[in-house]
C-alpha cells in the first residue's frame, strides 16, 4: 500500500540535487544499495518473525502431540470406566 507523498515532481528534483550537493554524485550509488540492503534485511526479518509465528501456531495442533492425545484417550477411558459403573445404578432408579 503506498500513500501519497504529496510532493510535486519540482520538490523532488531540488532534493536531488541538494543531495547530489551535499554527497556527491558518486556517493549516491552507495547510499541507494546501503539503503536497498537496509530494507531488504527489515523486509527479511519480518518475514522470519511472520514464518516463525505461523510455525508455533501449527505446533499447538492437538492432533500432533502425541501428550495431548495421551490425556484425550485417558480421559475417555475414565469416561467410559465411569459410564460402566454408574449403568447400573441409573437403571436401578
Do not use: C, Y
Amino acid at each position: 500500500m503506498m500513500l501519497p507523498l504529496f510532493i510535486s515532481g519540482a520538490e523532488i528534483a531540488f532534493i536531488g540535487f541538494i543531495l547530489v550537493m551535499i554527497f556527491g554524485a558518486d556517493k549516491i550509488p552507495e547510499i541507494a544499495r546501503g539503503l536497498g540492503k537496509g530494507m531488504r534485511q527489515v523486509k527479511d526479518a519480518t518475514n522470519d518473525i511472520k514464518r516463525e509465528i505461523t510455525q508455533s501456531g501449527h505446533d499447538l495442533d492437538p492432533n500432533k502431540h502425541s501428550l495431548t492425545r495421551d490425556i484425550k484417550d485417558t480421559v475417555k477411558e475414565i469416561k467410559e470406566d465411569i459410564d460402566d459403573l454408574t449403568g447400573p445404578i441409573k437403571r436401578s432408579f
